[in-house]
């Protein structure tokens, strides 16, 4: 069943642009009031012939987002931070050297970082790098470090838990409260069974021992919670935010289930279980996620006979948005992340250094992304508000919308068995890869553009420094209990795979393919489709030469024997084409192109493929399967 919704404030959308619809604008007070069926009459007369649904928008889930929502009067903020708190500004520590690993957890403290996230070895989103679980090296990467002043979280997987014992032991051994301690311990067998695909042993013979881990650390006196159910393993799988709070929710259910079997009170347990979920740079549906989760757990809660008190919610960037092109404009997709999980109500967020998918982040990428926090929290003081979009009518629609479309799956996967028997099954792995098939679509056709990668390309990017520290990857641990694992993903990957094609042709020949533009025309015919086919070669490492036109054909001609290409592709209006292209691309051919590319999409197409035209691009076209094919022509792969 879905979550009840509350809204407040009204905010919709056309083209990406949000309007405001209030029932007395102060500011037109001089204007007859507006109504929905006025703006519908407007809409009407731009639309035309097509139907008012064309606005309608579509999630991964099948959400309907609408173009424009009215306010609705019933909204209460959801309990989460407390209000005008500051969510934990968090820097993972991941060098796998010790000392490195200390000098930068102290720096980042003591430039505005409240809280370390201790990334192991094989751990999830350890991408290669993190610190082994050993106390030797626990001790030396906190040396210096006050414990008692910050938050602790861990990241941590199958061959690192003992680490969290250790830290136990360096508390004791500092002689501090170990509720003092602000420690999340982020013990999560379930999500490291999805991400790795199996496990020795099955879930409820590893339910006991998980439990007493965790009464182990409570008895301890420290606060917890320690459990995490993490969603970004869904979310690096490229799943649907609902899949990913799905996991979460029933991860968090497992947990427990087992806490409660293995003699913990359910008061208790449930604020031994924290939630970790992935921050993208879709703004809504962050927003919409986050403020779910504490729905949706909510209603578990209320399920088990208690009265619902706000859930611990962390953040963490997301890998699956990370590009190695232009990594800068990572700065960017980061700080709609951030922003979207601070709005939504989190209660810690790490940022991925820029440079991450590129290798181990230096300080200057750390210090990027710790200050992207601090602007948003100190300049901007996006925390200060209790659930500030509470009411805005997109946002409620789209929040209660997510939670019966999660709910739904929770109660699949639960039918099921729970969260490891529909692993063990692949019903949740399925369901990712069907979304995950859609997400790469999009990418590949244009639909989701990935700016400095897919769209945006700059050829002549200067190389971005990290720390020259190679990864490792972790032996497999051993499993009794194999299912399929949950991929972790980029979605820019298809596209750098082209790009690197590229860069070893520069290093080895001293130049890139090239793609010649033959511009028919003058200059207002040729500039929107030459501009566009330039793009759409150079995200594929396909150089695109460019020229202002051509006085006749020879001297296109020449042009191109000069180039050095091989390939060429025409631009122009489809007027011109229908009067131009044919004989252009025949003369083309007979310089010596061994293929001709044509930018649009003419009416007739028959003919021009008869004179010689091979390929067509055009705006949502597969450009990666294009581009491959281009590849593949020019021997690049």
């Known amino acids: 069943m879905p979550c009840p919704a509350h809204n407040l404030l009204g905010i919709g959308s056309i083209g990406g642009h949000f309007a405001t619809m209030t029932d007395d604008p102060p500011l037109g007070s001089e204007f007859p009031p507006a109504t929905r069926e006025d703006w519908l009459k407007l809409v009407a007369a731009v639309l035309k012939d097509r139907p008012y649904e064309w606005l309608i928008a579509k999630t991964y889930d099948g959400l309907p987002i609408e ?42 403290l003591e430039n505005g970082a409240t809280g370390l996230t201790l990334v192991c070895a094989g751990s999830i989103n350890a991408d290669g790098y993190g610190i082994d679980g050993s106390a030797k090296t626990l001790t030396r990467v ?32 500092r002689k501090l409260d170990p509720a003092s301690v602000d420690l999340r311990a982020s013990l999560n067998p379930i999500g490291g069974m999805a991400a790795a695909g199996g496990s020795d042993k099955p879930w409820n013979e590893l339910a006991p021992g998980f439990a007493a ?30 899949h990913e709070l799905a996991f979460a929710i029933t991860s968090a259910i497992a947990y427990l289930r087992a806490l409660e079997a293995n003699g913990i009170a359910l008061d208790a347990a449930r604020s031994m279980i924290y939630f ?90 750390r210090r990027v992304a710790r200050n992207t926090q601090l602007l948003l929290l100190e300049e901007s003081n996006l925390a200060k508000v209790a659930d500030p979009v509470a009411g805005s009518g997109a946002i409620e629609d789209l929040t209660e919308k997510l939670c019966g479309a999660a709910w739904t799956l929770v109660q699949e996967i639960e039918k099921a068995g729970g969260a490891a028997a529909a692993l063990e099954r692949g019903l949740i792995q399925d369901k990712v890869a069907a979304v995950r098939a859609a997400r790469q679509a999009a990418v590949a056709r244009g639909r989701d553009a990935l700016t400095g990668t897919s769209d945006f390309p700059n050829l002549a990017e200067v190389p971005v420094k990290v720390l020259d520290v190679k990864p490792s990857t972790p032996a497999p641990a051993p499993t009794t209990i194999a299912f399929a694992p949950m991929p972790r993903l980029r979605l820019a990957e298809p596209f750098e795979r082209l790009r690197d094609a590229s860069d070893r042709m520069l290093a080895s020949k001293g130049a890139r393919p090239k793609i010649f533009l033959a511009k028919l025309g003058a200059v207002a015919d040729f500039t929107a489709r030459a501009s566009f086919a330039k793009n759409f070669f150079e995200a594929g490492g396909i150089a695109a030469e460019g020229n202002d036109g051509f006085k006749n054909r020879d001297y296109m001609l020449a042009a191109f024997k000069a180039s050095g290409a091989s390939i ?23 310089a010596g192109a061994i293929h001709i590319c044509l930018a649009g999409r003419p009416r007739d197409a028959d003919a021009m493929k008869a004179a010689g035209v091979g390929t067509f691009i055009f705006a949502g076209g597969d450009a990666l399967a294009t581009l491959r094919e281009v590849h593949d022509i020019l021997r690049l792969s």
């Not at 979920?277 to 962050?286: F, G, K, V």
């Not at 909510?298 to 590009?323: D, F, I, N, Q």
């Not at 025409?570 to 007979?590: Q, W």
Request: aromatic share 8%; charged share 20%.
């Open 276 to 365: 970790r979920l992935a921050a993208d740079a879709d703004q809504l549906m962050t927003i919409a996620k986050f403020r779910a989760v504490r729905k949706l757990w909510s209603r578990v809660e209320v399920a088990c006979g208690l009265a619902p008190k706000p859930a611990y919610v962390s953040a963490e960037t997301a890998w699956r948005m990370m590009t190695q092109r232009d990594p800068w404009v990572n700065i960017l997709r980061a700080t709609l992340a951030v922003f979207s999980a601070g709005l939504g109500g989190a209660d810690a967020v790490a940022v991925l250094p820029f440079t991450a998918a590129l290798g181990l982040p230096d300080r200057f990428a």
């Open 568 to 590: 060429a592709c025409l631009c122009s209006t489809d007027a011109i084409y229908e009067k131009e292209a044919a004989d252009a691309a025949k003369a083309l051919a007979a």
């Open 213 to 242: 881990f965790v009464g182990e650390m409570a008895g301890a006196g420290f606060r917890g919670p320690f459990a995490v159910a993490d969603g970004r393993i869904v979310h690096n799988a490229g799943g649907s935010e609902a």
């Open 142 to 173: 906190l040396e210096g470090v006050h414990l008692d002043g910050i938050t602790i979280d861990f990241n941590v997987g199958s061959e690192t838990r003992g680490i969290v014992r250790h830290f136990a032991a360096l508390v004791k051994e």
């Open 67 to 108: 173009p424009l929502y009215s306010r609705a009067a019933d909204a209460r903020p959801i309990a989460g931070r407390a209000p005008g708190a500051d969510w934990a500004l968090m820097q993972r520590v991941d060098h796998p050297d010790p000392a490195a690993a200390n000098a930068e957890a102290l720096h980042d």
